[in-house]
């Protein structure tokens, strides 16, 4: 799966999702801010265990809708104190696949 997500990335990396940008903190005090690009199309992440939640988005049934979210986690050494900084990717693997996979709008329309 890690091997998709790399080649997705790098193939729509002009995919304006992937300019956001993501803030890497330690208790020490160092700072380091990565693009979702960046983040992704290196590879030096791992997957979380998949957890049932319920859905965030409104039913119309009295039922709550349980969903599967599987996080994507980074483990990095920090330079300055050399503490593990552990950061959580905000999106999903159940949604971020279909996010890279979408094509650009077509430009005569939204030019």
């Known amino acids: 799966m890690k091997e998709l997500i790399v080649s ?10 992937l300019k956001n940008k993501l803030e890497l903190r330690c208790k ?14 290196a590879g030096e992440y791992n997957f979380g265990q998949p957890v049932s939640i319920v859905s965030p988005f409104i039913s119309e049934s009295i039922y709550d809708e349980t969903i599967t979210a599987t996080p994507i986690l980074l483990t990095k050494k920090c330079p300055d ?5 552990v950061s959580v990717f905000p999106v999903s693997l159940e949604n971020l696949v279909p996010i ?6 077509d430009p005569q329309m939204y030019g």
């Open 28 to 41: 020490c005090g160092y700072n380091e801010t990565l693009t979702y690009y960046d983040f992704l199309s």
């Open 100 to 105: 890279l996979n979408m094509k650009p709008p």
């Open 8 to 17: 997705l990335s790098e193939k729509n990396r002009q995919n304006k999702f």
């Open 81 to 85: 104190c050399g503490e593990d900084i």
